[in-house]
């Protein structure tokens, strides 16, 4: 075989690799994976077989803030199951550069899913879009009032795409989330957040996440995790382990459900938690 056709094999398969469909699935199975920059390369590469679908930046959204929960290990098992109120005042110094890419994809996506807003699936990213920011503002910036503003849009956009077109349970998510993780809140806490229109039932909210977690598709694996983290917060481990080990099953290159799996089968499980997203792992 001449040289010159040996240096063009690499190239050739370099273009059948980018020419192959990229979707959503393998996308955010790589992120559920914490392979952040993969996801990316297949969200990237589905925006560009999609232009205009909004659920491809809304996506790639999703990978940013994933990953910048992983570096600021945000969702600690010592975080949801001993903070009665799911924030604390510690101080995080968010990644400006992750910032200004994760605030670009969301524009990109109001901006595609403006187009045609009364359409599901543009109704359903910003859905998705409300949540993501939400969670970056009250988790990251520490900015309540504001994250609580644009979780109960997000809730009250998922209930009229669902009133319309119930087979988006994916959509269910955002009603289960401000349910319960406004329900651990204090009583007067709650009674006033009643009053702005917020929803703080704590049976809805873990109705809704599992409907979630079983109908779901995109972010079912999100929707079991915090079913996890409930049971832990419930002393359920076995509920909690049954869950991990399944998610462990499916995303084997997450080392985050085995070592709170590892946790939970030691002696003592109250004592040296590891953290869904813990440092240096």
């Known amino acids: 075989m001449p040289f010159r056709t040996l240096l063009l094999i690499p190239a050739l398969c370099a273009s059948a690799l980018a020419a192959q469909p990229s ?24 925006e560009a077989q999609h232009p205009d679908d909004p659920l491809g930046p809304a996506s790639d959204a999703a990978a940013y803030l994933f990953s910048e929960f992983d570096r600021l290990h945000i969702l600690q098992a010592e975080f949801f199951t001993h903070d009665q109120h799911f924030v604390t005042d510690h101080k995080l110094t968010p990644d400006p550069v992750l910032g200004r890419n994760f605030e670009a994809a969301l524009a990109s996506a109001r901006n595609l899913a403006a187009r045609s807003p009364a359409d599901p699936n543009s109704m359903f990213t910003m859905i998705l879009v409300n949540g993501l920011h939400s969670d970056y503002t009250g988790l990251i910036e520490k ?61 809805v909210g873990l109705e809704k996440l599992r409907l979630a977690a079983t109908k779901g598709h995109y972010l079912a694996p999100f929707a079991r995790l915090l079913l996890a983290v409930a049971a832990l917060r419930d002393h359920d481990t076995s509920k909690a382990r049954d869950l991990l080990t399944a998610l462990n099953r499916e995303y084997p290159r997450n080392r985050l459900y085995a070592l709170e799996l590892a946790r939970l089968s030691a002696p003592d499980p109250t004592r040296g938690a590891a953290s869904f997203w813990s440092p240096g792992q």
């Open 23 to 46: 979707t959503l699935d393998d996308g955010y199975r790589q992120m559920y994976n914490l392979d952040f920059a993969q996801a990316h390369a297949v969200f990237r590469g589905y």
């Open 143 to 203: 900015r309540y009032g504001a994250s609580l503003k644009e979780m109960k849009a997000g809730r009250q956009m998922a209930e009229r795409l669902l009133a319309a077109h119930p087979d988006y349970y994916d959509a269910w998510i955002a009603v289960g989330v401000e349910n319960y993780m406004l329900s651990i809140k204090a009583l007067p806490l709650r009674w006033l957040l009643q009053l702005t229109g917020a929803e703080t039932d704590r049976a």
